[in-house]
C-alpha cells in the first residue's frame, strides 16, 4: 500500500448539520454539500472530512451512531451520498469519513438486542455489561467508580437485562466489547463498506479508548473528571485490534487518522511507526490545551508560549518518522479568533492564527466558518445550547458561582459555538437556509459572511486562499524540516522551515499590541522576499503591528 498522497493536502472538516440547508428544512445537508464543492475546492482545499453522517438519534449529534451503513434521513440519501463522492474526486479532492468505533447508540439493533442477554444471543457480549456490587453494609454500588467524560458516572443500568453498561461518553453511547472478535469482525465489514463505495479513509473518533484493561478496577478517586483514563486508554490489545483494521484499509488504497485526547508524541509513535503502524495521523489535543485546564470550561488566559510548546513539540517529534495534522479549529471547540485571537481585531488576529498553523509540517485542517473568522455564540439560557457536554459542564464547574457567570463559562467553551449555522450571506438566515435553522445563527452575521469575504481582497477568506497556495506551490513549505525561534518569547511565534538552499522564516505576532522584534540571528543582513501578510502597507523589521504576520522566503 502506497498511501503517503495525503501528505501535500490541506483538509476542510464539514459538521453537515449546520455546514448548508439544500432542500429547504432547516437542516445542512448533502445536497447543500453537493452545491458547495466548488467553494471548498477554490480555498485551495484537497479533502474533506465529514463528520458523522450517518443515522443518529442525535444524543451526541452524529457520534451516536444507530446505523453504520446508510446516511441519516436529515441529510440525505446513500445515492446523494455518492454524488457528492462522486463530484468531489471529480474536482480532485478526496473523502473521508469519521469513524465511530468505540461505541454505539443504544438506539442501534446490536445494543437493542444484546440488552436482551440469553447464552445463546450472538449480541449478548457487543458491548460492555457487569453486575453491580454491594459494599460490606449491603450498600449497592456500581461495577466501579469510574466517571463518564460526558454525563454523570460511567455506568447505567438496564432493567431489561438486569445489568450495567459501560458507557464512557454519554449514558446514550454504550461502548462497544471490543474485544469480542464478533465485534471486530463487524467494525471491519463497515469499513470495506464505505471503501467500496469509493471514500478515501477515515478519522477515527476517540480510537485510543477501544481497549479496556481486564478486571476494569477502580480509578483514582481524587481525579474525578478523569479517574478511569489509564484504565480505558491504550488499553492491553489496542495495538492488535488496530493492526486488523490495518489490514483492511492495506486492501485498499486509502489512510487512517486516529482521535487521541491526553496523548503526546511518545504514546502516539507506536500507532505510527513500526511493527505496529496503525495509523497515519494522529489527531492531538495538545493545540488546545493553550487558554484552559483540562477543559475549555476551565479558562485560563491565552499562552502564547504554551501554544508554540504544543506545536513545536509535534514538529520536532514526527520530523522524519511520520506525518502530523495540524489544527486551530474544529467541531469539539468553541471559534478560535474568540478563544486565542481577538473579536476586536478581528480580521488580524484570525489571519496571524492561520498564518501561525497552515505552515507547518503537516496536513493543515480548516473547520467550516473558520476561514471567514466566525466566532463564539453566546445563549442566555443553558436550555438553549444543543450540546450535551455544555450542559453536563453548566452542572459540574462554578456550581458555586451565579448563573449568569457559570453561563459566561459556557459561552467561552461550549462546542455549540464551532456548530452554529456557516453564514454565507447576509441574507435571511445567512444563506444558509431558505426557513429557520435548527439552531441559532450567530447574530453578527451581517457582517461575518462568505459573500462579503468573497468581495473583500483583504479579507480573512481571501488570506486562507492565498496562505494554502503559499503552501501548495513550495515544497520547503511541505516537505522542509521545522526549527523554532525564540521559544520563551510571549508574544510571537517565530519559525522556519527549510529544504535544501530554500528557506521560510513564519513571523506571527499573536498578541493585540505593538511589540519590539529582533530577527533571528540567522537572518540579520539577509534579504528575503516577503510572500505573505495581514498587513497591507510597507512593514519595519524591528516592528511588529498588533497580530501582524509576515513569511518571508530565502533562497
Known amino acids: 500500500m502506497n498511501n503517503n498522497w495525503f501528505k501535500d493536502m490541506a ?34 482545499i484537497d479533502g474533506i472530512w465529514f463528520s458523522p453522517i450517518y443515522p443518529s438519534p442525535n444524543a451526541d449529534y452524529g457520534y451516536d451512531v444507530s446505523d453504520y451503513k446508510d446516511i441519516h434521513p436529515d441529510y440525505g440519501d446513500l445515492e446523494q451520498f455518492k454524488k457528492v463522492l462522486n463530484k468531489a474526486h471529480e474536482l480532485g479532492m478526496k473523502v473521508v469519513m469519521d469513524l465511530v468505533i468505540n461505541h454505539t447508540s443504544d438506539e442501534h439493533f446490536w445494543f437493542k438486542e444484546s440488552c436482551k442477554g440469553g447464552d445463546d444471543n450472538p449480541y449478548k457480549d457487543y458491548y460492555i455489561w457487569r453486575d453491580g456490587k454491594t459494599d460490606k453494609k449491603g450498600k449497592k454500588l456500581l461495577p466501579n467508580n469510574w466517571n463518564s467524560l460526558f454525563e454523570g458516572k460511567a455506568w447505567e443500568y438496564n432493567e431489561e437485562r438486569g445489568q450495567y453498561y459501560l458507557h464512557f461518553f454519554a449514558k446514550k453511547q454504550p461502548d462497544l466489547n471490543m474485544d469480542n472478535p464478533r465485534v471486530r469482525e463487524e467494525i471491519k465489514d463497515i469499513m470495506r ?12 473518533d476517540s480510537i485510543a479508548f477501544i481497549s479496556k484493561v481486564e478486571g476494569l478496577p477502580n480509578g483514582y478517586p481524587e481525579l474525578p473528571m478523569i479517574n ?14 488496530m493492526k486488523e483494521f490495518r489490514e483492511v484499509c492495506e486492501d485498499y488504497d486509502c489512510f487512517q487518522m486516529g482521535e487521541m485526547p491526553m496523548t503526546g508524541p511518545d504514546k ?6 513500526g511493527e505496529t503502524k496503525s495509523l497515519d495521523m494522529v489527531i492531538t489535543f495538545d493545540y ?8 475549555d470550561f476551565i479558562r485560563r488566559p491565552f499562552s502564547v508560549i504554551k501554544y508554540k510548546k504544543a506545536f513545536s513539540k509535534w514538529q520536532y517529534a514526527m520530523n522524519g518518522k511520520s506525518w502530523n495534522c495540524v489544527y486551530i479549529e474544529n467541531h469539539d471547540h468553541p471559534r478560535v479568533v474568540s478563544r486565542y485571537g481577538s473579536e476586536k ?43 450535551i457536554s455544555s450542559k453536563n459542564a453548566y452542572m459540574t464547574f462554578h456550581t458555586k458561582k451565579s448563573k449568569s457567570q457559570r453561563l459566561y463559562y459556557i459561552g467561552e467553551g461550549s462546542r455549540d459555538s464551532a456548530r452554529t449555522p456557516m453564514q454565507w450571506s447576509d441574507g435571511k438566515y445567512a444563506g444558509f437556509s431558505t426557513v429557520k435553522p435548527w439552531f441559532y445563527l450567530n447574530p453578527n452575521y451581517k457582517k461575518i459572511n462568505v459573500k462579503a469575504q468573497e468581495e473583500d ?30 521559544p520563551k518569547d510571549k508574544n510571537v511565534y517565530t519559525y522556519e522551515r527549510t529544504l535544501s538552499s530554500e528557506k521560510f522564516l513564519i513571523i506571527c505576532n499573536l498578541k493585540g499590541k505593538y511589540i519590539s522584534y529582533k530577527m533571528p540571528e540567522e537572518y540579520e543582513g539577509l534579504k528575503g522576499e516577503l510572500k505573505l501578510s495581514n498587513y497591507e502597507d510597507g512593514h519595519r523589521l524591528d516592528i511588529l503591528r498588533p497580530y501582524e504576520c509576515r513569511v518571508y522566503r530565502y533562497e
Open 228 to 241: 478511569g483514563l489509564r484504565y480505558t486508554q491504550h488499553g492491553p490489545h489496542i495495538h492488535e485490534y
Open 193 to 204: 463498506f464505505w471503501l467500496d463505495l469509493g471514500v478515501d479513509g477515515f478519522r477515527e
Open 457 to 486: 481582497e483583504k479579507s480573512i477568506l481571501n488570506f486562507y486562499r492565498k496562505a494554502l497556495k503559499l503552501r501548495k506551490d513550495n515544497d520547503a513549505l511541505i516537505w522542509g524540516d521545522y526549527k523554532e525561534y525564540f
Open 11 to 44: 483538509f476542510y472538516q464539514i459538521w453537515i448539520r449546520s455546514f448548508a440547508d439544500g432542500n429547504g428544512d432547516g437542516i445542512g445537508d448533502l445536497y447543500g454539500v453537493y452545491d458547495k464543492l466548488e467553494y471548498i475546492k477554490s480555498l485551495g
Open 268 to 273: 502516539a509513535m507506536p500507532y505510527l511507526t
Open 288 to 295: 488546545m490545551n493553550a487558554d484552559n485546564f483540562l477543559s
Open 345 to 387: 481585531m478581528w480580521r488580524e488576529s484570525a489571519t496571524s492564527l492561520a498564518a501561525s498553523y497552515i505552515f507547518l509540517q503537516g496536513c493543515p485542517f480548516i473547520y467550516q466558518g473558520q476561514e471567514i473568522g466566525m466566532t463564539n455564540l453566546r445563549l442566555n439560557s443553558i436550555d438553549k445550547y444543543e450540546d
